[in-house]
């Protein structure tokens, strides 16, 4: 009876909150293992030379008081996992005591967290409710740049629209850059869309031995060591994990001819180039983006069939998130966005591909199947604050018929395919003021070729208008240049 009380009483003595190494036994050892490198084997991250607490210790306490979620990279391996919010359980005094002893032991040798910065933070993220994501704080508070096994790397951007990697000896570049800090980066590169990259140096290896590659891009890339290619990401497509691409080439200790090669058609872009080195089961990063860790999805085509046209309603890239995209018979695709009221992007050859969002209810945006990809316009439509989406119909074909209101009038948007061609036809219902459509914003590229009437179109720059009378239908033919 006795020692019960005893061992009652030592449980209901507090645990001082200068005694750093006993709070983080109590709080934080059955996650992050009693040395530090993470409990049951590694499943949890480890602290042991962790760059998330190096610095001045404010990202590791916005961690602690209000918890992070999703993935997360530490020493090269990813973690999944959600660590809850500590700052309603933990005083100030505690939280910096864990974390001085956090950051000065195992190896690390980071200077001590006050309870007076845990005070101010905490302050500062009274009126946040979530946890944070790694991306947030590393936004905030970026991790220490490790070196890389690159060295002596020059980048060059080329101006150009292509659909596939070009021929770099015919080109002359934009710019070039030095890459001191022996990362790939898109960063360097003064266009968004229609552009390639080169990057040349030397690859640093460790050892003698295999090495494996993994390439990743939105939309090709090419890795090249010793002149012999090793990984080759071909077509436009997006960077999900799914068109990343793996090679192996066995290299001597030292310096490596170095080049990777990336091309960006339009939307997203993105490059990640990672290696193995011999007897290392953990990716290295060369580039300042990862591949996803996904498996490749299926393949599930979606395509117009017997001469109907297909839909599709997921999330599409360089769309809003309410666009609908619809495939013609004669390959000539169409995504109209119900937020902007009007097309967007239209493309030639393959429509859709269904295996991202049909396969385990796939997160983020799938890019057009298909090629000669164009953007009409990426914002609202020169129509009325108060003009909305009314919806669409179908004709027994499956061609679309979009419905916006304008007050009392009905702006009505057809669309069909007609000799590898697309039809649009406009009409206004009613009487009253005529409206100016936005036909497109961005430029055309050379690519297509407008036909309308009655016309002309009005232009400026790279914005073309149609000015629409009540009762008068305009059409337009979007033809692709071969």
């Known amino acids: ?19 750093g190494g006993q709070l983080f036994t109590l709080y934080c050892s059955a996650c992050h293992g009693a040395d530090g490198k993470g409990a049951t084997g590694g499943t949890f991250p480890p602290l042991s030379g962790s760059p998330w607490l190096t610095g001045d210790g404010e990202r590791a306490i916005k961690i602690v008081l209000k918890g992070l979620g999703g993935p997360v990279d530490v020493l090269g391996k990813t973690y999944n996992l959600e660590m809850p919010p500590q700052g309603a359980m933990l005083p100030d005094d505690q939280v910096a005591a864990i974390l001085t002893f956090v950051r000065s032991s195992w190896g ?29 704080l590393l936004k905030l508070h970026p991790l220490p740049q490790e070196k890389t096994a690159l060295k002596e790397i020059i980048s060059h951007t080329y101006k150009g629209n292509w659909q596939k990697m070009p021929d770099f000896s015919t080109l002359k570049p934009e710019n070039g850059e030095e890459e001191p800090k022996g990362l790939i980066t898109l960063s360097h590169s003064p266009l968004k869309d229609g552009f390639a990259m080169t990057w040349e ?30 990984c080759f990401v071909d077509g436009i497509g997006a960077m999900n994990g799914s068109r990343a691409k793996m090679g192996k080439v066995k290299l001597r200790k030292g310096d490596q001819s170095f080049r990777l090669e990336y091309l960006e058609n339009s939307g997203e872009e993105g490059i990640a180039l990672g290696y193995k080195s011999p007897g290392n089961k953990s990716w290295k990063w060369l580039t300042d983006e990862k591949s996803e860790d996904a498996k490749p999805w299926p393949s599930i085509p979606i395509e117009p069939t017997a001469g109907h046209t297909a ?20 390959g000539v695709n169409l995504a109209y966005s119900a937020d902007h009221l009007g097309p967007e992007l239209l493309w030639t050859g393959k429509f859709m591909n269904g295996g991202h969002h049909w396969t385990d209810r796939g997160m983020g945006a799938e890019r057009p199947a298909g090629e000669k990809l164009v953007t009409l316009s990426s914002t609202r439509t020169l129509l009325p604050k108060e003009a909305r989406f009314k919806g669409y119909k179908l004709d027994p074909a499956g061609n679309p018929t979009f419905a916006v209101q304008l007050g009392e009038q009905i702006l009505l948007d057809s669309w069909k395919s007609s000799s590898s061609a697309l039809v649009r036809t406009l009409s206004l219902s009613g009487t009253g003021a005529e409206a100016e459509i936005l036909i497109s914003d961005h430029p055309l590229d050379g690519q297509i070729t407008l036909e309308v009437a009655p016309g002309p179109l009005q232009t400026s720059g790279a914005k073309s208008t149609l000015k629409l009378v009540p009762g008068k239908p305009a059409t337009i033919t979007y033809r692709w240049k071969k």
């Open 1 to 19: 009876m006795i020692s019960r009380l005893l061992l009652l009483l030592s449980l209901a003595t507090p645990v001082f909150a200068q005694d």
């Open 108 to 136: 690390n040798n980071e200077s001590p967290v006050t309870a007076e910065q845990v005070k101010t933070i905490r302050a500062s993220l009274d009126s946040r409710s979530n946890s944070w994501t790694a991306a947030e």
């Open 201 to 230: 140096g030397k690859f640093e290896a460790p050892a003698d031995g295999m090495y494996q590659f993994v390439l990743d891009a939105d939309d090709a890339a090419r890795l090249i060591i010793n002149g012999k290619p090793v």
């Open 311 to 330: 839909i599709y309603r997921n999330f599409i890239q360089g769309t809003t998130p309410r666009a609908i995209a619809f495939g013609f018979p004669g």
